[in-house]
């Protein structure tokens, strides 16, 4: 229950929302950002919710996330991209 309440978890919203801003689908923004919060730190949420822009599909997503020059967070980005639109993710899709 305490995992369920943590920093992170509760920045869900903000960071699918962060991610619909940069133009992935809403099922793929929920997906990711299940999986996101739960193996990010909030410090590395915050750099990631400042990937504002024009619209991009997942791979433009990633890309963009490497330039940030966190390796933890591109490679939980990209497997949580991924398992995501290949429909392999155990998180919910919305």
């Known amino acids: ?3 369920a309440c943590s920093p992170s ?3 869900y919203g903000q960071v ?3 991610m619909m801003d940069a133009g992935l689908s809403e099922a ?4 990711m950002a299940e ?3 739960d193996r990010l730190t909030l410090s590395q949420l915050n750099k990631l919710k400042q990937l504002k822009g024009e619209k991009r599909g997942l791979m433009d997503y990633v ?3 490497r330039r940030v020059g966190d390796t933890e967070a ?4 990209a497997t949580s991209a991924a ?3 290949s429909g392999l993710a155990r998180e919910k899709r919305y």
Do not use: G
């Open 83 to 85: 398992l995501c639109a």
């Open 16 to 18: 699918k929302s962060a």
């Open 74 to 77: 591109i490679e939980v980005t």
């Open 63 to 65: 890309a963009a996330v």
């Open 9 to 11: 978890k509760l920045a």
């Open 28 to 31: 793929n923004s929920a997906c």
């Open 35 to 37: 999986r996101m919060t």
């Open 1 to 3: 229950m305490v995992a």
